[in-house]
Each structure stands twice: as structure tokens, then as C-alpha cells.
């Protein structure tokens, strides 16, 4: 697979979380606030999109799901803040950007091979 450059990277951990975060949250929508039955088809197409997305993603499975981590929870305090209008603790931020420096040791570290 092409070399990714870091901003390529982060870029692509964001839309993969977008797309899970938003998967998961159309079938809420359905079963605890009453809405249309019809949220499930984009919900399934969203998490179809996350699992496409992540093969994706340039290196060992395992590597990406450990980095992936810590993009998701800064997006899910993204989603907290700007879908659900509640706005994110000094706690929730710092722990965000603590979990995006995981992602990066993990990403961006130097490796022999």
C-alpha cells in the first residue's frame, strides 16, 4: 500500500469515526427517541462504510484498531459537543487529547519494518 503521510492518517481515523459514531447513533435515534424505522438503512450503510474504511487504513490490523481508539473517543466528544449540544468538560478535553497522543505514539512511532 502507498506511504500515508500523518495528516492523511488522522484524516482517515476521523471519517472512519464519523462513519461508526454516526452508524451507531441513526438505530439510537430509532429505538430511544421514537424516530423513523427508516434510520436504519443509513445507519447499516454508515457501518458498512466504517468497516470498509478501516481495511483502509496502512498497517497491522491490529496497530489500527489500538490507534483508531483514540481518534474515536476525540470524535465522540466532537459528536457530544456539536450533535448533542452538551458541551465537553476540561476532563472529557484533556482525556481527548491524552488518547489522541495514544493514537499517535502507536501511529507514528518509528519502526524498523
Not at 63 to 77: L, N, Q, W
Amino acid at each position: 500500500m502507498p506511504e500515508f503521510s500523518e495528516l492523511r492518517t488522522v484524516g482517515l481515523f476521523a471519517v472512519t469515526a464519523l462513519a461508526e459514531i454516526a452508524g451507531c447513533y441513526l438505530p439510537y435515534l430509532w429505538l430511544r427517541e421514537g424516530k423513523s424505522i427508516w434510520l436504519l438503512i443509513p445507519g447499516a450503510l454508515s457501518l458498512m462504510a466504517f468497516v470498509w474504511l478501516l481495511s483502509l487504513h496502512p498497517t497491522a490490523t491490529g496497530r489500527v484498531y489500538a490507534a483508531y481508539g483514540g481518534v474515536y473517543i476525540f470524535m465522540a466528544i466532537m459528536w457530544l459537543w456539536t450533535v448533542d449540544g452538551i458541551r465537553p468538560s476540561t476532563w472529557d478535553i484533556v482525556g481527548s487529547v491524552v488518547a489522541l497522543c495514544g493514537m499517535a505514539i502507536i501511529m507514528f512511532a518509528p519502526r524498523s519494518s
